[in-house]
């Protein structure tokens, strides 16, 4: 059983990993595969590094309590904790008043269209490496560049002083246009799996059931496999 | 030996019902083992794979009512694949060979089919009642069988379920003999309605105590309803957005007058403010009120109307009513037992003055001396206000709060919400259900695991630091059964530290924390007896199959276990893989 004492010690490790990166020195800790002692496995439980989403409670310990960009209730995958059913009668509201504001005429069996989607427009992004899955609302786009840009704030930016959810400040990534480490691909009606862009936005946005942010060296078997005879851009 | 003769025992037992009482009763002997056994008409059970119909069957022959729960509750948010499982047709078709006399059948977040209801409405001739929650998978013409076939068919409930509505005729399929109905609930159903046979049904259903249309049924034809069913004590209505002219406004009145029996009303997915007002003259006599479909009242009509319904019990809600409104059910509601607050708008970002804080917490408990169960959904929280509704309803016997948005500390003092739960625990010495939220460290649990003796259900979401948490929680409840953890840093030392504790429980589940492959098969090969399922996204299945295989340090992404007596099931699809 662990006592007391080994737990404290985990704990002021991990006070230590706050500021300082022990990142490598912890999976030097590990020292045999498969959690040799208890210590490795916890030592490595326990680096802030491990825990993607833990960043913004690291954040909110120490002096800055604004919560490291803290996923908004509407983004995160089954939050808030709401039956389907009441989702979909919240979609069909917010739905029904954005057509009224079009001035659109409400169609009778619109609220049937949201049965099995979670919320109109939002669809599932999950990125490599991440634990959270996400949510992004593609009625709120215009065109890839604005999904991009979302979806780059959403994983990497960072509000001054906070830690994104992949723990890392970084310089804008570009998912599109194929130069950064990560590509942005999508699952489609059919099942396959796509790199996007390559489609009208509008059809895209049919066909789009849902996203991942994929390592580029992942994603080269993807673009080998749909490439075709004639060179394809990528905006 | 026993005093008396067998069917003196049976016919004691027959005066307990409960299934807690009945179970244990069981265990006092082997005589009273098999008398119970034999005599017991009513089976519960929590997980449908923890058994197998036949076991069940073989044990309880005179079986006539059987609940059934099948998927894990974080299936409501989506969370679970729909292909998981938690197919009833297996017990429909077992049932059915082995002639079971079945009366009442009770399912949760199950598969069911049109050929599962059609066997059913086949197999059991005195089959009586059926109630489907958070189901799917079912058809109209499923319903349509069993209306045709269950001559004497008493209770239809549908609640929330999935149905693919095929705009049929099935209400139809009611024989014109077929008049022994006490309770229709269709409202989940997103189709038109046949309403001249949903008239020509409740006209020829006496008995009729609860009637719940579906959106499609208008006005004017509630208003006929109501006044062929005046006896009615549960309604349900339909969606009326358009204001009524007068001349149906006072009839609705007047069929609504007639119904002095009426103590529960609900549906309402959308309804013009004066369509409301029509209900006013039975408000004094409602014990259970929903307006939580309600998305368009604004909260002053809200508030109006509840400020007639002195004697409510049950009051489920949107938070459009605001403190301010709840302030006025604190003062009006003096008999309310049961408060649920839902979110009426999930996109709003910023600070929505109309939305509920701690301040109408804080006055339903001062208010209301007889409330045991609350489901909050508001945008922040404090401690001190947690302290204080602990001091104001020790008797909380169901606490489920969710701040919307993840990690929220306490927003006067931004430190996190250990102390305000802490509270909760320590006061409510009855607590059995208990939902965390907002920024918690480790400490929360060390004060769950020391004070929540009665605790059987535990939902935790983006909480705890380290496992010291969950462990906190696993040694210190000693009456816990179903644990659900997403999103928190708890890893395979808590995991394993009491592999026995699982035999005490129903089910663990835990999503996107730091369990790994290798310490979730470690746990299966130490208990044959749990069944340990990971699920995956179905996403490049094979790729993450190999690399699974290769690294047991892989994270987990979905792990659910529990108890079973049947060993793993045949029926997983391959999205789950069973340890």
């Known amino acids: 059983m662990i006592t007391e004492l080994e737990m404290g010690k985990a704990e002021s490790e991990l006070e230590l990993g706050l500021g300082l990166s022990l990142g490598g020195g912890t999976a030097a800790k590990i020292s045999k595969p498969g959690g040799g002692g208890a210590w490795g496995e916890r030592g490595r439980l326990l680096t802030a590094k491990d825990f993607p989403s833990v960043g913004s409670k690291r954040a909110a310990d120490s002096a800055s309590h604004a919560g490291a960009s803290p996923p908004r209730s509407s983004q995160v995958v089954g939050w808030p904790p709401i039956g389907s059913h009441r989702m979909n009668s919240l979609a069909a509201k917010s739905a029904r008043e954005e057509e009224e504001a079009g001035k659109k005429k409400v169609k009778d069996d619109e609220p049937k269209d949201v049965t099995k989607k979670v919320q109109v427009g939002f669809i599932k992004v999950n990125m490599d490496g991440v634990a959270i899955g996400r949510k992004v609302d593609l009625n709120a786009h215009s065109s890839y560049e604005n999904l991009a840009q979302t979806l780059e704030d959403m994983f990497f930016r960072s509000k001054p002083g906070t830690i994104g959810l992949t723990g890392q400040f970084t310089k804008p990534l570009r998912i599109l246009d194929g130069s950064s480490e990560f590509v942005l691909t999508y699952e489609d009606k059919e099942g396959d799996w796509m790199l996007v862009g390559d489609v009208p936005w509008r059809m895209f946005t049919t066909s789009v059931k849902r996203l991942r942010v994929m390592k580029t060296s992942e994603a080269n078997g993807l673009a080998a496999r749909h490439q075709e005879p004639n060179e394809r851009q990528r905006k | 030996m026993n005093y008396f003769p067998d069917e003196v025992i049976e016919h004691i037992f027959d005066f307990i019902s409960s299934h807690k009482d009945r179970n244990s009763i069981s265990l006092v002997s082997k005589s009273w083992h098999k008398i119970e056994r034999c005599s017991r008409k009513s089976v519960f059970i929590g997980n449908c794979y923890a058994i197998n119909p036949e076991r069940l069957i073989q044990r309880f022959p005179s079986l006539r009512s059987l609940t059934l729960k099948g998927k894990p509750h974080f299936a409501d948010f989506n969370l679970v694949p729909h292909e998981w499982g938690g197919f009833v047709h297996p017990w429909i078709v077992a049932l059915a060979k082995a002639r079971v006399e079945l009366e009442e059948l009770r399912l949760k ?415 299966a090969r130490n208990a044959p007896w749990l069944n340990v399922e990971i699920i995956n996204e179905n996403e490049n299945n094979d790729l993450m199959m190999e690399r699974n295989e290769e690294d047991e340090r892989e994270k987990v992404d979905r792990l659910y276990l529990y108890r079973t007596v049947v060993g793993a099931r045949k029926d997983a699809p391959p999205c789950v893989t069973i340890l």
């Open chain 2, 109 to 523: 977040r199950m598969v069911v089919s049109d050929e599962s209801l059609e066997l059913l409405s086949r197999s059991f001739a005195s089959f009586k009642s059926l109630v489907l929650v958070s189901c799917e998978g079912f058809t109209t013409d499923g319903l349509a069988s069993v209306a045709a076939n269950c001559r004497h068919l008493r209770e239809l409930d549908l609640q929330e379920n999935e149905i693919d509505d095929h705009r049929g005729q099935w209400l139809n399929c009611f024989p014109e003999s077929s008049t022994a109905l006490t309770s229709l609930n269709f409202s989940c159903l997103k189709g038109e309605t046949n309403l001249a046979a949903l008239e020509r049904l409740v006209a020829r259903s006496p008995n009729l105590e609860s009637l719940k249309v579906n959106r499609a049924v208008p006005l004017d034809a509630l208003t006929r309803l109501m006044s062929c069913a005046p006896q009615l004590v549960d309604l349900g209505v339909g969606s009326y957005e358009n204001e009524p002219d007068q001349e149906s406004f006072m009839k609705l009145m007047a069929a609504i007058k007639k119904c002095t029996e009426l103590r529960s009303l609900s549906g309402f997915s959308e309804v013009a403010p004066l369509c409301l007002t029509a209900f006013y003259p039975i408000c004094q006599n409602l014990t259970s009120l929903n307006l939580s479909y309600a998305a368009e009242i604004q909260g002053n009509h809200l508030i109006r109307f509840i400020q007639f319904c002195k004697r409510l019990q049950r009051l489920w809600i949107l938070d459009s009513i605001g403190d301010k409104g709840l302030e006025v059910v604190a003062s009006t509601c003096k008999e309310l037992q049961e408060l649920r607050v839902f979110p009426s708008d999930l996109h709003d970002e910023e600070d929505n003055d109309t939305a509920v804080t701690e301040i109408g917490l804080v006055a339903i408990s001062a208010g209301c001396p007889k409330l045991h169960s609350i489901l909050y959904f508001c945008k922040q929280m404090t401690n001190a206000a947690l302290i204080t509704v602990a001091k104001n309803c020790p008797n909380f016997i169901r606490f489920r709060l969710c701040i919307l948005e993840p990690n929220k500390p306490d927003h006067t003092t931004s430190q996190s919400l250990d102390e305000g739960f802490g509270a909760i625990v320590q006061a409510c010495k009855g607590l059995r259900r208990l939902s965390l939220s907002g920024l918690l460290t480790d400490k929360v649990f060390l004060y769950i695991g020391m004070y929540a003796e009665q605790l059987e259900m535990l939902s935790i979401a983006f909480a705890g630091d380290t496992d010291k948490g969950m462990l906190y929680v696993l040694n210190g409840c000693k009456k816990m059964r179903k644990l659900e953890i997403r999103d928190s840093p708890f890893g395979n030392t808590a995991l394993l530290a009491d592999v026995d504790k699982y035999r005490t429980m129903r089910s663990l589940w835990m999503s996107s924390c730091e369990v790994t492959l290798g310490g979730c098969k470690r746990l």
